[in-house]
């Protein structure tokens, strides 16, 4: 007998108002925003982050222009606490940015939470403990007074610890745990009981965060929550109301909004919405979302390559191509109608108009990408053929944006003989398109040394008669080299994409390595090919800059 029955759960109430206004509202202006990657985010990876990977991390935060970051449970982790107290003692923090960390409402751990913030300009001490029904009656067994009780004694700890270290400048969070799980009346008196001893004013207010916990509802009845406990909370002029949305129900970024529209004042959420079970919030789609409405983000996603590429370096996650704004296919036109009105409507363009583009909805410039279309990419000729072909008789295993990249090469080529394409000709447009040596730049010698975690690498780069010295250093030799590149070329380059399979199975086989790189908002492809790894994958990085340069030249003249 099926165990797929819809009868054992619940349906979530409703949340009875006589009138609700925020359905007649807009977001007129961007929250306050505050990135949880490093905590929320880090806590949900099968291999937590490693102390270079939270170190890059922070530095992408930071370049988004987050200025709020939490940081992590120091009083939980050894390693949280040392990344902490890292970024306070090599003076790591901007003056602008302020770290957050999390603790439960527990005597040890608030005490703990202090000492790893010492020295801190700045920092938002963020204690919660739950106060769902199911939590109160199957986990603590306590009832609601207890529950307060706990609050109300980790709210006077945080605030004699604060008193300790009058040099830091002290913001107090509070959480009631699976607030959605909450009731209401309940949600409201203890969070009352909470800014009853910090005694918030609008000089300097208090946070009080209400959580999604577990996503249980449509957003509107999120909304709902948001906007009945904003009416009846006490002091709400000294309250900044912060929203911690999760995507059980994939509707993270619609409540968020929808809370905001109600009300809230802050949101929480991480890059690419990583976090517990299906994700926390993802900052990058409603900003995005903003935006592209006309509204100012207060976050700049224009690299939006480079994000995506620390995101999945750090996190060991991929990126979903159709990941909303910042998938890899997001702005490719499969369809021909999509195609020619795209098109029609580019062509018509006038730049000093806002922008009304059929089947786009930002101009994907903004984040540094271009549009695509990819003729006929769904028949035979296309890329399923040509990868086919490929693989079958030659062995190259083209990884599907690579396939892109080339249809439009054998479509143009077919479309100009008016015949049929073999296999032949397919690998020779191919070895043509990908595998020539004929570029501007040509790899000579290299040597990496390893030092600090870091790879170091020099190399001398041939262009026509002159010989340059290039040194780059990052994790990794292809990470050092395309720093490298960066510099020399004067242009920032991101490694979108990487890919890499031996040729046969035999002992010496040759590797090859497939490379989509970022140059300066263009997306380009190299193909190398080589019995030793590291040289496939710096020919091809190298394969791809050449055929920008080449572009930039046949645009030149």
Not at 79 to 101: A, G, K, M, S
Not at 211 to 216: K, L
Not at 337 to 343: L, R, V, W, Y
Not at 403 to 424: H, K, P, Y
């Amino acid at each position: 007998m099926t165990r797929f029955d819809h009868r054992k759960y619940k349906v979530f109430q409703p949340i009875k108002m006589a009138s609700r206004r925020w359905p007649d509202r807009q977001i007129e202006k961007a929250p306050l925003w505050c990135s949880v990657d490093l905590r929320d985010g880090n806590q949900a990876l099968i291999e937590p982050m490693t102390g270079r990977q939270k170190s890059k991390l922070w530095d992408q935060l930071v370049k988004v222009g987050f200025k709020e970051i939490e940081v992590g449970f120091p009083s939980a982790s050894s390693h949280d606490y040392n990344f902490v107290r890292e970024l306070i003692d090599n003076n790591r923090i901007p003056d602008d940015v302020t770290v957050q960390v999390l603790t439960q409402a527990r005597p040890d751990l608030i005490e703990k939470t202090f000492e790893a913030l010492k020295g801190a300009r700045r920092a938002v001490v963020h204690v919660y403990n739950s106060t769902s029904t199911v939590q109160r009656e199957q986990v603590f067994g306590l009832d609601r007074q207890g529950i307060v009780d706990i609050a109300v004694r980790g709210a006077k700890l945080v605030q004699e610890c604060a008193a300790r270290y009058p040099e830091t400048e002290w913001v107090f969070e509070y959480s009631p745990e699976s607030f959605t799980g909450t009731e209401l009346d309940f949600a409201v008196e203890i969070c009352d009981a909470v800014t009853e001893v910090w005694q918030p004013t609008p000089e300097k207010p208090v946070i009080i965060n209400l959580p999604a916990t577990v996503e249980m509802s449509t957003p509107n009845v999120y909304a709902d929550q948001i906007e009945w406990f904003c009416d009846r909370v006490a002091r709400r002029d000294s309250i900044l109301i912060s929203l911690h949305t999760h995507n059980d129900r994939g509707c993270a970024v619609a409540a968020a909004e929808l809370g905001v529209m109600a009300g809230a004042d802050r949101v929480e959420g991480t890059l690419m919405g990583n976090g517990e079970r299906t994700g926390n919030m993802d900052v990058v789609t409603m900003a995005m979302n903003l935006y592209s409405q006309g509204v100012d983000p207060k976050l700049q996603l224009g690299h939006m390559d480079e994000i995506i590429q620390t995101v999945k370096e750090c996190t060991q996650l991929p990126v979903h191509p159709r990941h909303p704004w910042a998938g890899e296919l997001v702005f490719t036109a499969f369809s021909g109608s999509h195609q020619d009105a795209i098109k029609k409507c580019l062509a018509r363009r006038d730049e000093n108009e806002p922008w009304d583009v059929a089947y786009l909805p930002i101009d994907p410039q903004d984040i540094g990408r271009s549009y695509q279309e990819v003729i006929r990419i769904n028949s035979q000729s296309g890329k399923g053929g040509i990868a086919y072909v490929l693989e079958r008789d030659y062995g190259y295993e083209l990884p599907r944006w690579l396939q892109i990249d080339f249809s439009a090469t054998v479509q143009a080529f077919a479309e100009e003989r008016e015949t049929e394409v073999s296999g032949e000709e397919i690998f020779a447009l191919f070895q043509q398109t990908y595998l020539q040596e004929d570029g501007e730049y040509h790899l000579g010698d290299y040597q990496v040394n390893r030092a600090d975690n870091t790879d170091q690498l020099q190399a001398e780069l041939q262009q026509g008669s002159s010989s340059h010295t290039l040194k780059g250093s990052g994790n990794g030799v292809v990470a050092s080299f395309v720093d490298a590149m960066s510099r020399f070329i004067g242009k920032q380059i991101v490694l979108v994409e990487y890919s890499e399979h031996a040729l046969s199975q035999s002992a010496d086989a040759e590797a090859v390595c497939y490379i989509q790189l970022n140059i300066d908002g263009e997306r380009y492809c190299g193909v190398g090919r080589s019995h030793d790894i590291i040289q496939a994958s710096l020919d091809g990085i190298l394969g791809a800059i050449n055929r920008s340069a080449k572009q930039a030249a046949h645009a030149a003249a």
